[in-house]
C-alpha cells in the first residue's frame, strides 16, 4: 500500500483509532494483522518470503540465547547465511547468473544457462537487515531473545516502515511493542504533522521534478549540456524529498501511536564532506554498516592501507545492498574512493580553522557547495539503468553544448524547488514537528493550508512509486 493512496487515506485514520480503543494487549494483534494488509497490497504472495525470515531469526535468537559461546556463534552464521541466502535469490541470483554466463563466454568454457527469474518482494533488504541486526545484538548480549512470536514478527512487520525504513534497531523498537501507550494528544498531532510535510515533500516536490529527470534519462542525446546538467541536479533533489518523505510519513505514523522511530535523514546536502554527507544520509542504513560491517573489520584502529580497505568493502557493500547491478556497485565504490581521498588530504593538510569569520563562513559555503556537486554527480551511476545509460549521459553533458532542444522547466517547478530548499535551511537539525510546536498558531496553520494547498492542487498525474521499493 502506497503512503500516497486512497487506500492509505482510508488505512491510517482506521489503523491508528482502533490501536487506541483496544486494549494494550491487543493492541499487538492489531497491528500485525494491519501490517499484512499493508503488505499484501503489493504481491499478496510475498508475505511468505517475509514469513521465512521471521520463523529463522526468531529460532536462532532464542537458541543463541540458550547456548554456549562456541554454538552461539555457529548458530548466528547459520542464521545470517539463512537469511541472507533468500535475499540471494529474490535479488541477486539473475544478477549472478547473467554474469557467470558473459563469463563463461569470455572464457570460453561452458556455463547452463539458468532462465529461472524472480521477482524481488518490495523492501526485502529492508527487513532482512533489521531482522539480522536483531540476531546479531542477541549475540552480542545487547538484547533479550524475543519468545513472543507475535511480538517479533511485528518488530519485522511493523508497517510504517516495512517497506523502506527506516531501519530499527531491537533497543528501540522491541523494547517500544511491549509497553502499553496511552493516548497522548501531542504525539497525535506531531505525527500528523510529520505525515503531511512527508507527502507535501513526496508528491508536489519530488513527483513534479521526476516528471523532469526521466525525460533527460531516456533520451540523453536530445538535449543539450545545460539541460542534462538541470535534470542531474533536478534528480538529488528527487531522490532526497521522495525518500525523506516515506521516510518522515514513517516515523509520523508511528509517532500518531505513541512509537518513536529514528530519524533517517539530517540535512544531508549541507553537508561540508562525503563523511559528513553518510551521517546525515539514510542514517539507519550507514549506522547499520558502521556497526556491524566496518567495526567488526577493525575500523579506523589499523594500519591505514586496512582502513582504506575496510572503508572500500562498506561503501561496495552498500552499493550492492541497493541494487543487482554494477551501476550500484560503483556508486558505492565511488563513494568509498571519495570518501578516502578527502580522508587522507584532512590528516595531510591539517588546515588550520581561520579566525576570521568571515573565511570561515566562505569555507563552509566552499565546502557544501563541492560536496553536493560531487554528490550530484555520483547520483548518475545510481539513477543510470545500466553502464550504456551513464556513459551517455556523461557523453552528451560534455559534448552537447550548441544542441538545441526543447527541454523546458515550469516555473511552479522553481517555485517548489526554492521551497523545498528554503524549508531545508529553516528545519537545519531540526524535524518539522519539533519546529512547529515553537510557533505560534497563525505560522503553524499557515504551513498547514499551504502544504494541503499545494498536495490537493498541485500533486503531480503521475503517481510515482517511492524510488526505494525497489530495494
Not at 540465547?65 to 552461539?72: N, P, T
Request: charged share 15%; glycine share 4%.
Amino acid at each position: 500500500m502506497l503512503f500516497n493512496s486512497l487506500e492509505f487515506l482510508l488505512f491510517f485514520p482506521i489503523v491508528t483509532l482502533l490501536f487506541y480503543l483496544l486494549p494494550h494487549q491487543f493492541r499487538w494483534v492489531h497491528l500485525l494483522i494491519a501490517s499484512c494488509v499493508f503488505y499484501t497490497f503489493f504481491i499478496p504472495q510475498y508475505i511468505f518470503i517475509l514469513f521465512i525470515t521471521i520463523v529463522i531469526d526468531y529460532i536462532a535468537g532464542i537458541w543463541i540465547e540458550r547456548s554456549s559461546a562456541r554454538k552461539k556463534k555457529i548458530i548466528l552464521v547459520v542464521s545470517i547465511v539463512s537469511t541472507c541466502l533468500v535475499l540471494f535469490i529474490f535479488k541477486y541470483f539473475d544478477f549472478f547468473n547473467q554474469n557467470m554466463l558473459e563469463l563463461s563466454h569470455q572464457l570460453g568454457f561452458y556455463y547452463p544457462e539458468k532462465t529461472i527469474s524472480f521477482l524481488m518482494p518490495i523492501g526485502l533488504s529492508f527487513h532482512t537487515f533489521q531482522s539480522l541486526s536483531y540476531v546479531i545484538e542477541v549475540y552480542r548480549g545487547k538484547q533479550k531473545a524475543e519468545k513472543h512470536f507475535g511480538i517479533y514478527s511485528l518488530y519485522v512487520m511493523f508497517y510504517p516502515q516495512l517497506v523502506t525504513g527506516p531501519i530499527e534497531r531491537p533497543q528501540n523498537l522491541l523494547v517500544q511493542l511491549r509497553e502499553k501507550i496511552n493516548f497522548n494528544y501531542d504525539n497525535l498531532i506531531q505525527g500528523l504533522r510529520l505525515i503531511l510535510f512527508g507527502l507535501f515533500i513526496k508528491m508536489v516536490v519530488a513527483d513534479n521534478i521526476a516528471v523532469y529527470v526521466d525525460q533527460i534519462y531516456k533520451q540523453p542525446s536530445e538535449y543539450n549540456s545545460f539541460s542534462i546538467l538541470t535534470g542531474l541536479f533536478f534528480y538529488s533533489f528527487q531522490i532526497y524529498g521522495d525518500f525523506l518523505g516515506y521516510s518522515t510519513i514513517a516515523v509520523g505514523c508511528a509517532k500518531s501511536m505513541g512509537y518513536n522511530l529514528m530519524d533517517n535523514f539530517n540535512n544531508p546536502y549541507l553537508s561540508k564532506s562525503i563523511g559528513e554527507f553518510w551521517q546525515r544520509w539514510h542514517i539507519s542504513l550507514s549506522t547499520w554498516f558502521r556497526d556491524y560491517v566496518y567495526f567488526p573489520l577493525g575500523g579506523n584502529k589499523v594500519k591505514v592501507k586496512r582502513w582504506m580497505l575496510n572503508i572500500l568493502v562498506v561503501f561496495i557493500l552498500s552499493g550492492f545492498w541497493h541494487g543487482a547491478n554494477w551501476t550500484f556497485i560503483l556508486w558505492g565504490l565511488t563513494h568509498g574512493l571519495v570518501y578516502i581521498i578527502e580522508s587522507l588530504l584532512t590528516r595531510i593538510l591539517k588546515l588550520k580553522k581561520s579566525e576570521n569569520t568571515a573565511l570561515q563562513q566562505l569555507g563552509t559555503i566552499f565546502k557544501t557547495i563541492k560536496t553536493f556537486v560531487i554528490v550530484t554527480f555520483i547520483w548518475v551511476l545510481f539513477r543510470a539503468t545500466d553502464l550504456g545509460q551513464v556513459k551517455a549521459i556523461f557523453s552528451s553533458l560534455t559534448n552537447n553544448f550548441s544542441k538545441q532542444d526543447k527541454f523546458s522547466v515550469e516555473p511552479k517547478i522553481w517555485f517548489f524547488l526554492a521551497l523545498f530548499i528554503a524549508l531545508d535551511f529553516l528545519l537545519f537539525n531540526k524535524r518539522f514537528d519539533s519546529w512547529c510546536g515553537t510557533q505560534k498558531a497563525v505560522i503553524r496553520w499557515s504551513f498547514y493550508s499551504i502544504f494541503v494547498f499545494l498536495i490537493i492542487v498541485f500533486s503531480s498525474v503521475n503517481n510515482f512509486p517511492f524510488i526505494y521499493f525497489q530495494f
